[in-house]
Every structure is written in C-alpha cells, then in structure tokens.
C-alpha cells in the first residue's frame, strides 16, 4: 500500500536527537525521551496508514520543569522535524464541560485549523498543552488551603482524558466561535501525540518527603530531588492523566553556560535575528562574549531563563534599533560596557 505524503517523516531516534540538539540547549535526558516518544508515534501512524494496527499505546509525555528552560522549544522543533502539524494550547483557557470558556476539543480543532483542515494530517499532528500545573484539583483540604477549582481543575483534566487516550471526537470548525454548534468535523486524536508542560514551582507544598522540590529563584541551578508520580498526586494531577502520560521527565534550569551556548549555538539564535535586522539598515553588530556573559547575568537575575534573553536583547540594542537608517555604514560592538551603559527598563519619572 502507498504511504501518504501527509504521514510524518519516518527517522530513527538518533536522528530525531541529533536535530534537537542542534536547536535545544542542554535538557540531554529530556531530549531523548521525546525522540523515542516521538518515534514510537512515528511508527504507530505509518503503520496505521499501512493497515496495520499496533497494540502499543501512545507514548504522550510530560514536561516538568522552570520557565525559559526549553519545554515549549523542544515540543516546538520536534513538529517542525517530524514535518506535522503542531499547536500550543494554554491549560488555563478551558473550562469544564457546560461552563463559560473554551471546551477541550478547541485545541484540536486549532490542530486542525494549522493543518489546512486536513483531517489526515491532523491526526497525526502534535499538541503541546502548557500550564498543566494550573489545571490541578485543588480540594479544600489542599496544603495551601485553596478552596475548589472544579471548573477549571479537575473537570478540565477528566474532559483532557478523552484526547489523551485517543478517541472519535467532533471538533469546531471556526475555533474563533466554537460556541456556536452548528460547523462540526470528526477527528480521531488516538495518533495525536499529546506533549503536556508545567514548572509545578510550589511542588514542594504537596511532597511528602522533606527534600526540596520545584524549581527556586536564580539560585536554584539543579532541582533538589526527583519528583515522583506519588508528590505529582498529591499536587493535583490524577492517577488516570499521569497514566495517560507514560514519559514523565523533570527538566533543569539553565546553568549560565547552556544560556551563553543559547545565543551562541543555535542556526535560529537570538544573536543571527538581531543580527539580520540591523543588516538591513546597513548596520554591522558584532557580540563579545565579555557582553553576552553580562546579558545572560541580566537574565539570570530576572529568573526567565531562556525566555528572559529576548527581553534583554530589546533593552540593550533599544537605542541602535530605534536609530536604525541613522546608523548605516556604522559597526555597533555589544561588549560588557555598552551593555551596562544602556538606560535600563525603568518607569517614566513623575511630571
């Protein structure tokens, strides 16, 4: 039987690792789980296409780890590797079943919608649902002492089970007005793969050891401890989501060195779109390393990681973008002077 051009591309785990690699940073375990998690879903819809029915159940993974440590980015390049359709859904936007708010089934017919309503390529595509922390059951006897979030807790995790475990569910066709019932498709989400992310940063509450769990502030370079499917429970999360989430792997944050290698190593970096755009006001920029190393120290201190630096990036190159054309001809060195010379993100004064 001929095998669909809309199928994923079918390429070993090594393969699939030695791309993400290229364009994550760091998070070595993290990145070979989700190779093999996303061969097996390689195969399992390959082998669909072919007649073939695998008895394996999906290899849907779980994300856990601190803001700007990569978790959106590897969800994000593993879709553009595997050539599929890929969409990140918030947690907190859905609600219970019947309650103001967007169903579950909205993010797979976003999945749908960045599929060019290809049904077939939708069912194979990618989900990633960050915030999954936010979307835990928090019972009136929670460690926090937080009253019921039923409709934005527990009934949005037993409505994210259906997808999870794969079934036959209709999707809005018009994501902007799901409420209205009238323009339907069915899709099967047994292939989808599901990629779920949280930083659980008040983990720690819910443990029933003493060690210490979650990820800190600027400080916190290694999570103290591994946390368990037994400390994820108490948090929130049921027995039936974590079942339905076989590949669980904790995330570090980003030591200094895997932030500098983040600016300097990716062909996507930071540091080549800045450079870009300043080329086409004919300006030279040229990053030392004495200057990078202060911004990633800026970044630390803001304790976003990552996702912190394009921020940084905005404040320290805000005169040179913002003189542009003036500029042309001109050669701008990023060193640590000119980035602690520049006026830093403060409120207006007072008139």
Not at 53 to 62: C, E, F, I
Not at 147 to 173: A, N
């Amino acid at each position: 039987m001929e095998i669909s051009r809309k199928l994923p591309t079918l390429i070993t785990p090594k393969e699939i690792f030695r791309e993400l690699d290229r364009y994550v940073i760091g998070q070595e375990r993290s990145k070979k789980a989700v190779a093999i998690a996303a061969y097996s879903h390689v195969k399992r819809v390959r082998a669909k296409a072919a007649g073939t029915r695998l008895s394996a159940r999906k290899t849907n993974a779980l994300l856990i780890g601190p803001t700007g440590c990569g978790k959106t980015h590897i969800a994000r390049t593993l879709a553009r590797i595997l050539d599929v359709p890929f969409v990140v859904a918030d947690a907190t936007e859905y609600t219970e079943a019947g309650y103001y708010g967007k169903d579950v089934e909205v993010m797979i017919g976003e999945l749908l919608l960045k599929a060019d309503m290809d049904v077939e390529a939708a069912q194979s595509g990618i989900v990633f649902v960050d915030e999954i922390d936010k979307i835990a059951r928090r019972s009136h006897g929670a460690v926090t002492g937080a009253g019921s979030r039923d409709i934005g807790g527990e009934g949005v995790q037993q409505s994210l089970l259906k997808l999870l475990e794969g079934r036959q569910i209709y999707v809005p066709t018009n994501v902007t007005q799901h409420w209205s019932k009238h323009d339907f498709e069915s899709v099967d989400t047994t292939d989808i793969l599901f990629i779920c992310a949280g930083t659980f940063s008040d983990l720690h509450l819910y443990s029933s050891a003493t060690k210490n769990l979650g990820f800190g502030g600027v400080g916190a370079r290694v999570n103290q401890g591994r946390i368990t499917e037994k400390d994820l429970l108490r948090y929130g999360i049921l027995a039936e989501t974590l079942g339905r989430l076989p590949v669980q792997v904790q995330m570090a944050a980003l030591t200094d060195e895997e932030l500098l290698d983040v600016l300097l190593k990716p062909p996507d970096s930071l540091l080549k779109e800045y450079d870009e755009l300043l080329r086409l006001d004919g300006v030279t920029v040229e990053f030392e390393v004495s200057g990078l190393k202060e911004i990633v120290n800026m970044a630390q201190q803001r304790e976003t990681g990552a996702r912190g630096m394009r921020a940084v990036l905005e404040e320290v190159l805000s005169e040179v973008l913002f003189k542009g054309p003036e500029l042309a001809g001109e050669t701008v060195v990023v060193d640590e002077a000119f980035v602690t010379e520049q006026p830093k993100n403060e409120p207006e004064p007072a008139t």
